[in-house]
């Protein structure tokens, strides 16, 4: 399901996520929402389509979970290489959440879009912002869980927090869904149907690709 601000004109021909569009004016897609609602999920399958995107690889300091592959899933660097990073400016936005950093790397991001691929950032509710304040064409979509129970249901599931960790993440959920509404688009992941949101973000895409004018961004 999904729910959108009041739309621009469109107008049919795409041909889909990976169809064609304007040369020189790639897509910028931020997808953001709360802690556990299934971000790396939904990227995961859309890897798995093999469309012409290219899905930004977030750099991290914290510890890398099982299942995790270093390169795919994330970036794994110890602190001291990643302030190195922010000292060189590198990063097109970065955080410090939970007391781990995160941060997309800048170039990875220009070199996609010169390629003429849209680019798919996975960012928290903050880090959206900063880079829609940067790039304010970007393609704002925010993840939401159809319940909050849903959304602590996958924290505890993680195994991962004390019980004041997860508190802490569900407060800040609560307060993040609250944010929502400044997106370009919502779309909800029920538990269990994870198809349906990936093809509810491709559909938007394929909607955007058709936006007249195009969108333009520029970093």
């Known amino acids: 399901m999904t729910a959108s601000q009041p739309g621009s ?17 790639p897509l910028l897609i931020i997808l953001s929402g709360p802690s556990g609602v299934g971000k790396d999920a939904v990227l995961s399958r859309m890897r798995l389509l093999d469309r012409p995107f290219h899905l930004t690889v977030t750099i991290t300091t914290r510890p890398k979970r099982p299942m995790e592959t270093d390169g795919i899933d994330y970036i794994f660097m110890s602190k001291k290489q990643f302030l190195l990073m922010v000292l060189k400016d590198e990063f097109l936005e970065h955080a410090e959440v939970y007391g781990n950093h995160y941060g997309v790397p800048k170039q990875q991001v220009r070199d996609a879009m010169a390629a003429g691929l849209d680019v798919i950032i996975k960012a928290d509710v ?16 925010f ?18 927090e004390t019980p004041g960790a997860l508190a802490l993440r ?3 959920a609560s307060r993040e869904m609250e944010e929502s509404q400044k997106f370009d688009y919502v779309v909800y992941n029920p538990e269990g149907r994870l198809d349906e949101a990936v093809v509810a973000i491709e559909l938007l895409v394929q909607l955007e690709k058709d936006r007249v004018p195009p969108r333009r961004v520029a970093l």
């Open 126 to 141: 903050q880090g959206a912002q900063t880079i829609r304040a940067l790039a304010p064409e970007a393609v704002a979509i």
């Open 170 to 172: 569900l407060q800040t």
């Open 9 to 25: 004109e469109r107008q049919p021909g795409s041909e889909g996520l990976g169809g064609e569009q304007a040369p020189g004016h």
């Open 143 to 160: 993840l939401a869980p159809t319940e909050m129970s849903e959304l602590e249901d996958r924290l505890t599931a993680r195994l991962t």
